[in-house]
């Protein structure tokens, strides 16, 4: 549809310089407007004329009962999930090809999402694997350099479900007061919120293995470094080379191009990767990468981290930090909202030095859980959580967040050279 519109320019116009003349200019315009596929589907039903706006056509659903009308954008049909805030200002990208979040539905609490598109160097991982996208403004329009398409075609490409002009601030709170919220998005006029209610306090995301469906399938090798134009902490790397063996947990690529850069030879394997196998590698070093859902769900996880404790010296992110606190023999425990963002301040307990950290997880080690010898290195100045972890007599360490944080804060990459110096320590020995 088109609209014609007349623009009128005044040259001044405040108070009694005000001048009703010649001087005034008028431009006369139009504008061109288009409207989606289902508000037109809509109005037509209802015999009315084309709308220019799309109108909502999608629901999310919490166990709570409540439910949030919504527009939707990417992928339609119905979809359940746990529902989680992140509260990261940039990296939307990131974030929706981070394997960590399988099974979760992700709302931006940043409001305006979508406004540099998407690219395809900043992947994270070869697939989307969240549940869907919550979030408050999709932008109309893309200004970045490196876009290569919309956030809208991106999503509907891979399947993957959006919705927006929903109270993300409302939802927000209610998840913080009540704590992660399993909820069920749905396109599908046919169904009724009470059929959705049913689906969302049926499906639990707890006990569930999420990590055997985001691990690779067979080994491969990696070589990748961090480009040179991005790479922020070039100087003062160690030259020496380091055989790294990292089990894919749901693995993030920039954990492994910061590796590669800081000179390791890495070989990924998959998350059922037999410790037998790994030792007859004979690394210099293993990294348990971040990954999905509930540690406790994936004994064969722990029960392969305790085989390979003290035999080389190991680093564990995320998910790999929690399968190190149970393989030690503390427990883990489910959060009530989870820590996911790109600005959570740490404290390095051995040096005083705050981070800020980029985070991404639903459990935390219960540090009165741990065995003496097991050193608390850092913790969440936000609630006091364990952050991070040592065992000096096994040659371990480990970060509750991600260091590598791509993009966000780089305080925390200096964790990839005490990896290094680890390695070079028990390498010197031998």
Not at 91 to 100: A, H, K, M, R
Not at 390 to 397: E, K, R
Request: contains cysteine; glycine residues 10%.
């Amino acid at each position: 549809m088109a609209i014609k519109c007349a623009d009128f320019g005044v040259k001044s116009w405040f108070g009694s310089n005000f001048r009703n003349d010649a001087s005034m200019k008028v431009r006369i315009f139009t504008i061109r407007c288009s409207s989606g596929a289902a508000a037109t589907a809509t109005t037509t039903a209802l015999g009315l004329g084309e709308r220019p706006w799309k109108v909502s056509d999608a629901r999310l659903v919490l166990e709570d009962g409540s439910v949030w009308k919504a527009k939707s954008f990417g992928a339609s049909g119905t979809q359940v999930g746990e529902v989680v805030f992140n509260t990261s200002l940039t990296g939307y990208q990131e974030i929706l090809t981070d394997p960590s979040y399988a099974g979760q539905f992700v709302l931006m609490t940043n409001p305006h999402i979508g406004n540099t598109g998407v690219n395809f160097d900043d992947e994270e991982s070869r697939q989307c694997f969240l549940a869907g996208l919550v979030i408050r403004s999709l932008s109309i329009s893309t200004s970045n350099w490196r876009c290569a398409e919309t956030l809208c075609d991106y999503l509907a490409e891979r399947n993957i479900m959006g919705i927006y002009d929903v109270d993300t601030r409302a939802i927000t709170r209610r998840l913080r007061q009540d704590g992660s919220l399993i909820g069920v998005l749905s396109t599908e006029d046919s169904k009724t919120d009470e059929e959705l209610l049913e689906i969302s306090r049926s499906w639990d995301i707890v006990g569930v293995d999420l990590i055997s469906g985001v691990s690779c399938d067979s080994p491969y090798e990696w070589v990748d470094k961090t480009s040179l134009e991005w790479d922020f902490n070039y100087n003062g790397k160690d030259k020496e080379t380091f055989r790294v063996i990292a089990y894919d947990f749901g693995i993030k690529q920039n954990i492994l191009r910061r590796l590669a850069s800081y000179g390791c030879e890495i070989t990924v394997v998959p998350s059922t990767w037999p410790a037998s196998e790994t030792v007859k590698m004979k690394p210099d070093g293993v990294l348990f990468s971040n990954g999905p859902g509930d540690p406790s769900a994936v004994p064969y996880a722990v029960e392969t981290v305790k085989q390979i404790l003290g035999k080389v010296p190991v680093f564990g992110i995320c998910m790999g930090h929690q399968l190190l606190g149970q393989a030690l023999g503390g427990k883990t425990f489910k959060m009530k909202f989870g820590h996911h963002g790109g600005n959570h301040p740490v404290r390095n307990l051995r040096n005083g030095r705050v981070e800020i950290s980029s985070q991404n997880h639903n459990y935390a080690v219960d540090p009165a859980s741990l065995p003496e010898g097991v050193e608390v290195t850092h913790v969440n100045l936000n609630d006091g959580s364990c952050a991070g972890l040592a065992y000096p007599a096994l040659n371990i360490m480990s970060l509750q967040y991600h260091p590598e944080a791509s993009p966000g804060p780089h305080d925390s990459d200096p964790a990839f050279r005490e990896f290094i110096q680890l390695m070079k320590r028990v390498k010197q020995k031998d």
